[in-house]
């Protein structure tokens, strides 16, 4: 998880992003659609459209941080209330919006179990010389 200081202003951005655009791109946004100083140090939040992808963007005294974040299962939730391109949020909502709260349903997205091993799923386990235990 992010350490963000008290002092941070977070924006999400109202509309989907296309996916594909990096620094440069997502810079024009901040600066063109929502009027805003990308080297003022606060923290931009993009969605894609099906919502199951989120970058961040952040300038840093010398250069910009790009975090990015897919899911394998779910979406992202949040409700942006006004008309403004971008709307400003804490930093707990930000967190609920990472780890998968959704305000409105008052729900937790469920967390995806790591794969198990295939010899795990047979009951099989190896012996410290590599022979078979069964």
């Not at 010398?62 to 899911?71: E, I």
């Not at 008309?83 to 305000?103: F, T, W």
Request: charged share 40%; aromatic share 8%; glycine share 6%.
């Amino acid at each position: 998880m992010l350490s963000l200081p008290a002092s941070i202003r977070i924006f999400v951005s109202r509309d989907a992003v296309d996916f594909r655009k990096a620094h440069d791109g997502l810079l024009a946004v901040i600066r063109d659609a929502f009027d805003d100083d990308p080297f003022d140090g606060s923290l931009f939040v993009f969605l894609n459209r099906r919502r199951d992808r989120v970058k961040l963007l952040q300038w840093d005294r010398d250069g910009f941080w790009l975090h990015y974040k897919r899911l394998e299962r779910g979406t992202f939730r949040i409700e942006l209330k006004g008309a403004a391109p971008r709307c400003e949020v804490n930093r707990a909502q930000l967190a609920m919006l990472i780890e998968g709260i959704d305000l409105e349903k008052r729900k937790i997205r469920q967390p995806l179990s790591p794969p198990m091993r295939r010899d795990d799923r047979a009951g099989r386990h190896d012996d410290e010389r590599g022979g078979r235990l069964e």
